[in-house]
């Protein structure tokens, strides 16, 4: 088998895994349903919870699901809205979230950075320092989505008692007449956080990143294999 054949195959795999992990990664980074149905703060309970919405405060309870960078209800409340009032006032002082808003940021950027790359190269000639440099780019890019996804979700778990299984709330909640996704509070007892759909694919991006960052490899190993008469330092 033509060898140089062989590390093509290789590196448009890659590219192309990649660009369905970059798809995944760009859903999760926007959507706001990394956490979902959130009541109160558990440690603010006693004075009430809020976000700023049109210069007015409502009560959280209002805005059940959350992402990296809002949180909405009948209309969403973005970071930067109201003088980054929701960033300052929810998100910077749960420092989990905060620093899940920092690695994965840098994640993002270095995954379209390496997206970026990968496109060109494919119009060049590959060295196999490039490939190599992509490779752990994106491997990187990769364990700094899953420590933001560990930070969140952990944090969720610690700060507002979230689980992963929204379905064990339906069964619960389903003799109280209330749909677990309802924002309109009834009692405390209903708002059961749970880790929302963004987050989990956001989960399958990382995963995805992984397998593009080893075919980035054996495309690499392909290039320098040394009975391979193509092969560029």
Request: charged share 10%; hydrophobic share 45%.
């Amino acid at each position: 088998m033509d060898k140089r054949s062989g590390y093509d195959c290789s590196y448009v795999t890659a590219s192309l895994v990649l660009t369905f992990a970059a798809v995944a990664l760009g859903i999760c980074f926007f959507s706001p349903y990394w956490l979902q149905n959130i009541g109160l703060h558990p440690e603010r309970e006693k004075n009430g919870s809020y976000v700023k919405v049109n210069g007015a405060f409502a009560d959280s309870r209002y805005f059940p699901d959350r992402g990296l960078w809002a949180q909405c209800g009948a209309e969403c409340v973005w970071f930067w809205s109201s003088d980054y009032t929701i960033q300052t006032q929810i998100f910077t002082p749960l420092k989990w979230h905060l620093a899940a808003q920092v690695m994965y940021f840098i994640a993002a950027v270095m995954m379209l950075t390496c997206e970026i790359y990968a496109r060109v190269q494919m119009c060049c000639t590959q060295r196999s320092r490039v490939v190599l440099s992509l490779a752990t780019l994106v491997l990187a890019s990769a364990l700094l989505q899953i420590a933001s996804f560990a930070t969140f979700g952990g944090g969720a778990y610690s700060s507002y008692k979230a689980i992963s299984d929204p379905v064990a709330i339906v069964s619960n909640y389903t003799d109280m007449g209330s749909r677990y996704w309802d924002a309109t509070p009834i009692g405390p007892t209903e708002f059961v956080p749970f880790i929302g759909w963004s987050f989990w694919i956001g989960v399958v991006g990382a995963m995805l990143s992984i397998i593009s960052a080893v075919f980035f490899l054996i495309a690499y190993c392909g290039l320098r294999c040394t009975c391979c008469p193509c092969c560029e330092d």
